[in-house]
């Protein structure tokens, strides 16, 4: 059974950070472009990043460019998301995605993602 995993959530102060992992079991990703998308109470989830299968190419929401960095370890079957400079708006459940084909960029389209975690909480306090 394919699992996402998702972990690091918890409570920061605003401009402090957090560092979320996103461990696959079951199958390997090592192939397949990966992301994290966020959601709100009241909203849709959105992108937040994805990564390429090679890790070579990354893709950010404007919101959090310069902010955050997605990486990944092919050999231990992770995605990770670096999150620095954090603001209350930056507050939501992050779920870790990945997709059986297809593109990083591609892959910013929630449609095109195969497997979701089932999130980790992130809550930024002003």
């Known amino acids: 059974q394919v699992q996402l995993e998702e972990s690091g959530g918890g409570l920061v102060q605003a401009g402090g950070s957090l560092r979320l992992s996103c461990a696959a079991s079951?199958?390997?990703?090592?192939?397949?472009?990966m992301g994290w998308f966020r959601q709100t109470p009241g909203k849709e989830r959105e992108f937040v990043a994805t990564?390429?299968?090679?890790?070579?190419?990354?893709y950010y929401a404007d919101s959090v460019k310069g902010r955050f960095t997605i990486s990944r370890d092919n050999a231990k079957n992770t995605v990770d998301l670096q999150m620095n400079s954090l603001k209350p708006e930056d507050t939501a459940v992050y779920y870790c995605?990945?997709?059986?084909?297809?593109?990083?960029?591609?892959?910013?389209?929630?449609?095109?993602?195969?497997?979701w975690g089932r999130g980790t909480l992130v809550t930024v306090s002003s």
């Open positions: 990564i390429s299968w090679s890790g070579g190419a990354t």
């Open positions: 079951g199958r390997t990703f090592s192939s397949c472009p």
């Open positions: 995605a990945a997709a059986e084909g297809g593109t990083g960029r591609s892959a910013r389209v929630m449609r095109n993602m195969d497997y």
